[in-house]
């Protein structure tokens, strides 16, 4: 509800992208993730990098909500002079890295993933992706670093919606069978409704395991969730609700808390 409010607010874009990983933040910041909004910094915490910038809405609304920042600055979004950009920016509390330039987040984990490892330091690292930059080429040299290096504290979610920017995923460049790709890279593949909460918690809690392997977790997921006339149309990958779409939208979400 935050983020259709705040891409309302700036008649900005990819609302669809937020609500169809919302489950997945919720979650993640719900007890999974080791973090501690009064430290932002902690050297501990999980790593949690959003591949997929440009849902940055959700990823602000929901690092407000547990209290990494004022909830009151959410108004600023997008705003002349706003650190809370467009697409996820490291100088807001709570975001690793500035991301949305797509394909590189998976690489970013392989880092801070490798790097705990080597200091013997229990934190995780959750990178949340998009199945469209499953396209590039970057992110498949990332799956084929993490299992030679045995990145076992590495986790990776694919926020499988079936749209990317141009058109339907089998239309623009097919990707299955998907699952097979990274077990044929060395993976431990988990497939989950990505909707489901106890099915996302109970993927994320397993990791990690015992194999020495990184984890992929393939969350079926609907692009625009929640909202009826959103979900999965592709030009609320760039649209913004207005004071009518907003009011029916959040109508349909109240009703479903």
Not at 24 to 49: E, K, Q, T
Not at 83 to 111: D, R, Y
């Amino acid at each position: 509800m935050l983020s259709l409010e705040m891409t309302h607010r700036m008649n900005a874009s990819h609302v669809g992208t937020c609500l169809s990983m919302a489950d997945i933040l919720a979650v993640l910041y719900a007890g999974v993730a080791r973090v501690d909004p009064a430290r932002p910094d902690w050297s501990d915490r999980d790593r949690l990098i959003l591949s997929k910038g440009h849902g940055a809405a959700a990823l602000y609304a929901v690092l407000a909500r547990v209290g990494f920042f004022d909830e009151a600055r959410l108004e600023s979004f997008c705003g002349d002079g706003s650190l809370l950009m467009g697409h996820a920016s490291h100088q807001v509390p709570g975001v690793e890295f500035s991301t949305g330039s797509l394909g590189h987040g998976l690489s970013l984990a392989c880092g801070t993933a490798l790097a705990a490892l080597r200091q013997a330091s229990r934190r995780r690292s959750f990178v949340i992706l998009s199945d469209g930059e499953c396209d590039e080429g970057s992110t498949w040299e990332a799956a084929l670093f993490a299992p030679h290096h045995r990145l076992e504290n590495l986790i990776a979610i694919i926020d499988y919606n079936g749209l990317q920017s141009f058109g339907r995923i089998g239309d623009v460049l097919g990707l299955e069978p998907f699952a097979d790709k990274w077990r044929a890279f060395g993976w431990r593949v988990l497939e989950i409704d990505g909707h489901d909460h106890c099915q996302i918690r109970a993927a994320l809690d397993s990791v990690p395991d015992d194999e020495g392997r990184p984890t992929v977790v393939i969350a079926r997921t609907v692009k625009g969730k929640g909202v009826s006339f959103m979900e999965n149309a592709l030009e609320w990958h760039y649209r913004a609700a207005d004071e009518d779409q907003l009011r029916r939208a959040l109508a349909e979400l109240g009703s479903q808390a």
